[in-house]
């Protein structure tokens, strides 16, 4: 769900900026760090973001009837990593508003926070405790993925609450106003992109387990005594 | 190609100075963002969508295309600015949100047409290599050239995979769509990295040692272009403020009858 341009007050759109850029700027360092370690490491960033960038072009079928596209966060947190999603999302955010219109120049610091800050980060945490816990594959992966969908929703939820209060209750009552009109869409959505991540990891670790390795999700097999011998 | 990148590209624009548009585009969205949406957002927008069709030359399709579905997202994000909610289920109309709705609605508008006028005049390949002047890491820049020359590729390949499912079938139902979709994700994903392993190869033959630069075409800004748009933006700030005054003129007038 992207802001639309000029959606937000400037002083509002300037100050999710500078809460966004912390994280990029973390996100960015990490980045340079690697490639400067890997420089082949550039064209698999390279590739992950261009799959970010298709993956949020694919249409999903939701509940209510309509067709509406993943954020793609939860699978990029997955396999890339939150620090590594947060550069990989913002310039995926810059492509879709310079490329498709959608979200904006003014607001991409808004669209940053929620879909390539929060939904990365609430995903990757999820993913973590749920492997840490004991969670199957699906299971973590699906919890993960769903509940980023449905955190960047809450956040830019609570993003536009914020910037149009609502007359009579304030702040809560316009993020119930703006939660309930979103809810509809997004979090259907939700759960079908729990699904359809899940049914991606699946297929991967069947047609692509190298890849999974590499990017460390897969662990790798333990060298067998005969194969050493 | 997507169509805002295809028009940038086809548009008689496309070999101008990617500061001249963005100074125009740029400085039009401040005035967007900045100026009382009546006039100041009405008359930003009006004056993006004549450049745009005018001398930018973007086709009325297109422009109407890009613009759905931000044009959704601001109607539907205006409907509870109509609405308050003073307890739990006590929902009433506000007539006084339709003030704040019409304003949002109009600078977002006009917000959209002026982000339109860079996207649609201005090749992404002709920005991100001057990125780094503005103090972006090399390296992201580099990543970020790279998304943009390989997304176009699985744009492609994820559309034939849909159009392959989809002539078996396989949107037929719920339950297939999404197995189908799953499908469209993971051929993307093993294109995606097929085709980073073999442009590692293709560099490592070439001797890579970690710098991806390409040559970027040296053009001069043009001075007129950018005295045009300094007069341009000028008299939309100018106009924005006298408009006001002038309507304020006008209405204490007495009728004729009474001169």
């Known amino acids: ?229 | 190609m997507l169509a805002l990148d295809a028009a940038a590209y086809a548009g008689p624009w496309r070999y101008r100075h990617p500061g001249e548009k963005a100074l125009l585009a740029v400085g039009l969205l401040g005035c967007a963002l900045l100026l009382p949406a009546w006039p100041g957002g009405a008359l930003t927008g009006l004056t993006a969508a004549a450049v745009l069709l005018g001398p930018a030359g973007l086709p009325p399709r297109v422009l109407l295309r890009a613009v759905r579905a931000p044009l959704l997202f601001i109607g539907t994000g205006c409907l509870p600015m109509l609405v308050a909610v003073s307890g739990p289920g006590s929902v009433r109309w506000a007539p006084e949100g339709l003030a704040t709705a019409a304003a949002t609605a109009g600078r977002a508008g006009a917000a959209l047409l002026c982000l339109l006028l860079f996207a649609a005049t201005t090749p992404l390949a002709d920005v991100l290599p001057r990125l780094h002047r503005l103090g972006v890491p090399v390296a992201v820049t580099e990543v970020a050239a790279l998304i943009y020359r390989m997304l176009f590729l699985l744009l492609d390949s994820a559309r034939a995979v849909r159009q392959a499912q989809a002539a078996r079938l396989g949107y037929r139902t719920w339950a297939a769509a999404h197995r189908s979709l799953a499908g469209q994700a993971g051929a993307v994903f093993v294109r995606a990295f097929d085709r980073a392993r073999r442009m590692e190869e293709g560099l490592a033959l070439r001797g890579y040692t970690g710098s991806l630069a390409v040559v970027t075409e040296a053009r001069r800004p043009s001075a007129a272009f950018v005295a045009g748009t300094v007069l341009l933006l000028a008299g939309v700030v100018l106009a924005a403020h006298l408009l006001p005054t002038a309507t304020a003129l006008l209405t204490d007038l007495p009728p004729v009858a009474d001169r």
């Not at chain 1, 960015?28 to 490491?41: F, G, K, T």
Request: hydrophobic share 55%; glycine share 10%.
């Open chain 1, 1 to 229: 769900m992207h802001i639309a341009e000029g959606y937000l007050p400037p002083v509002q759109a300037a100050a999710w900026f500078a809460v966004s850029t912390p994280f990029v700027v973390h996100g960015a360092r990490s980045l340079v760090h690697e490639v400067r370690a890997n420089p082949e490491a550039k064209l698999l960033l390279g590739a992950s973001g261009a799959f970010a960038f298709v993956l949020s072009a694919l249409k999903i079928p939701s509940v209510t009837g309509s067709c509406s596209h993943p954020t793609g966060v939860g699978l990029g947190a997955i396999l890339f990593r939150a620090p590594v999603m947060s550069v990989l999302g913002t310039i995926v955010l810059l492509f879709q508003a310079l490329l498709l219109a959608h979200g904006g120049l003014s607001t991409l610091g808004a669209n940053v926070f929620s879909m390539a800050v929060v939904g990365p980060w609430v995903a990757y945490g999820v993913y973590r405790l749920g492997r840490r816990l004991g969670g199957g594959l699906g299971v973590s992966v699906f919890f993960a993925a769903a509940l980023a969908d449905l955190a960047t929703y809450c956040v830019t939820s609570a993003q536009l609450a914020l910037a149009f209060p609502d007359p009579d209750s304030g702040f809560v009552g316009a993020l119930a106003k703006f939660g309930s009109i979103f809810a509809l869409t997004q979090i259907p959505l939700a759960v079908s992109e729990g699904l359809l991540t899940v049914l991606v990891i699946r297929l991967l670790t069947r047609v692509s387990p190298d890849d999974l390795r590499r990017l460390g999700i897969l662990r790798r097999p333990a060298p067998t005594p005969g194969a050493v011998a």
